[in-house]
């Protein structure tokens, strides 16, 4: 199992011959009749453990005290979209777990654990038939509670802004020159993921070609994407030579917002970058990475279920053009 800040998901892998099995076994962990809570306190333990969380100290306040709230500056999703609660850092957890009662985790769970909110993957041999026989007395039976599903996209009407930074060096620390620029982007629709996939890769081939191997001799060029369901931002970074910094910087700008790209990206390339990412694709079969990655697919989606075929791994990667592109 594994939890985030709004998803927990549970896996049970296993031979083939045990589907049923393992589906009856997961059923039981999601649609119980009550929670097992008479060890909650050993359990509460090893949770401590395996995060590391432990009685706050004089020395873990300090910062506080040094730095309240109320002095902090913005961080980057206030700054962007007003919303701070993307960046409140969540403080007290070890005293939240430490309280934690039976009835308050029974509460949560009947609060948040219902039968609509689901997605339920399969990777395997088997035919899909015979999977959804195999779940259909258990899974297709669950109860309904009358409550809408949580698709509902945490961020709407908010326009997106650029972001163009760059670091120069400073007074008291080791001569760093690097060059960032990208797009804050909202509302993103699922169908569009996999070109931002391809759009990134491109990008970032491009770049490392035109700086690092060519005549700009940049350090190092990486692409960096943070998404959460239609909204984040994408970002193409440059560690650059200090006596090149400005000349690349405004090449960089000029390529990635100003220029018409079809200057600087010629179809030949554009089909050689889409097989080399094409290539790196198309090793990834086995079960768990299938399964990471259909999850994934399934889990940024901003606004709807997506169905099987806009969760299909390759086909969208092939068919968008250089035109369309």
């Known amino acids: 199992a594994k939890t985030g800040p709004d998803a927990t998901q549970y896996y049970v892998t296993l031979p083939a011959s045990h589907l049923d099995l393992g589906q009856r076994w997961l059923h039981k962990v999601l649609f119980h009749d009550r929670l097992v809570t008479d060890r909650l306190a050993e359990e509460k333990e ?3 453990r395996e995060n590391g969380w432990v009685p706050p100290t004089w020395w873990d306040r300090l910062p506080k005290l040094l730095n309240p709230d109320y002095l902090q500056l913005p961080a980057f999703w206030e700054r962007q979209f007003g919303l701070p609660e993307y960046d409140e850092d969540p403080g007290d957890t070890y005293q939240v777990a430490s ?3 039976s009835a308050q985790l029974e509460a949560h769970y009947r609060a948040y654990y219902y039968p609509e909110n689901m997605i339920l993957l399969y990777v395997g041999p088997h035919e899909m038939d015979e999977v959804i026989a195999t779940l259909a007395p258990t899974f297709g039976k669950g109860p309904s509670t009358g409550r809408r599903a949580n698709l509902v996209p945490p961020l709407t009407n908010k326009a997106p802004r650029p972001q163009f930074d760059h670091t120069l060096p400073g007074f008291f620390s080791k001569p760093e020159y690097d060059i960032s620029i990208g797009h804050v982007f909202s509302g993103l629709p699922f169908s569009q993921l996999p070109k931002l996939t391809l759009y990134e890769f491109i990008l970032r081939e491009l ?11 940049t350090y190092s060029v990486s692409a960096n994407r943070i998404q959460y369901r239609g909204a984040g931002f994408q970002v193409f970074s440059l560690n650059s030579r200090p006596d090149r910094y400005w000349n690349q910087l405004n090449a960089l700008r000029e390529l990635l917002w100003v220029d018409d790209l079809e200057k600087h990206l010629t179809e030949s390339d554009y089909e050689r970058y889409k097989t080399t990412l094409l290539k790196q694709v198309a090793p990834n079969w086995f079960p768990g990475m299938a ?15 997506p169905s099987p075929g806009e969760t299909d791994l390759y086909g969208p990667l092939r068919s968008v053009s250089y035109q369309d592109f």
Request: overall charge positive; cysteine-free.
């Open 99 to 101: 309280q934690l009662t």
């Open 207 to 217: 770049l490392t070609e035109r700086f690092r191997h060519g005549k700009g001799e």
């Open 291 to 305: 399964h990471d990655r259909i999850w994934g697919t399934i889990y940024f989606h901003p606004l709807h279920r």
């Open 46 to 48: 090893i949770v401590n």
